[in-house]
Every structure is written in structure tokens, then in C-alpha cells.
């Protein structure tokens, strides 16, 4: 499958880190945990928890951001991507749950 991503992107990885505001984050698909299902899947492709903060998606609509684990997926944020500042707000905020966003805030 990487070999098909590459025929449309220069770098296909697992995970990535940036620095927003100041912060080391990682970035990966899958949250530490928890999943858009009632079983948690994909057990093994997680991220070790190491106590940073982490950028995913995988979850969709289930969550803003639990912990210090911020979705990223468009379909919680009126399907736009998320700020820089957004996130830089959310971490400067700290490790806190935030639910998916209601119709009315859509």
C-alpha cells in the first residue's frame, strides 16, 4: 500500500513529530486509545503513551480532544482543518476532555 501512497506523496510515515507554541507533539493516525467503535481495535498500530501530546484522527466524531490527545479529523471540526492556534489554545487550556461539537456550533 506505501508504494501507492508514494506515487502521490514524497513521505509516507507511521508517525511524525512538530512543535507548536512551543510544545513537542506527536502525530499519528490512531489516538493512545480509545476508537470509534465500542471494542478497542488496532491495539498493536497504537502510539506508546509517553505523556506527550499527541495529534490524531481514527476516532471521527467521537471526541475533540480526551487527555492529551487532540482529534484532528475534519467531521469534529466542521469538516475544516485545525488551526495552529486552535491546538496551541487547547495544549496552553491543558490535559482535559472535550466533546464533539453539536449541530448548533456547526
Avoid: C
Amino acid at each position: 500500500m506505501t508504494d501507492l501512497y508514494l506515487r502521490f506523496f514524497d513521505t509516507v510515515q507511521d508517525e511524525a513529530t512538530i512543535e507548536i507554541g512551543g510544545q513537542g507533539l506527536l502525530m499519528h493516525h490512531f489516538p493512545y486509545r480509545g476508537d470509534s467503535k465500542s471494542v478497542e481495535r488496532y491495539t498493536e498500530q497504537r502510539p506508546k503513551d509517553r505523556g506527550g501530546w499527541l495529534l490524531h484522527g481514527h476516532v471521527h466524531e467521537k471526541w475533540r480532544q480526551r487527555d492529551r490527545m487532540i482529534n484532528v479529523g475534519v467531521d469534529v471540526w466542521n469538516y475544516h482543518p485545525v488551526s495552529e492556534e486552535t491546538i496551541a489554545g487547547l495544549i496552553e487550556a491543558g490535559s482535559h476532555d472535550l466533546a464533539r461539537m453539536e449541530p448548533t456550533q456547526r
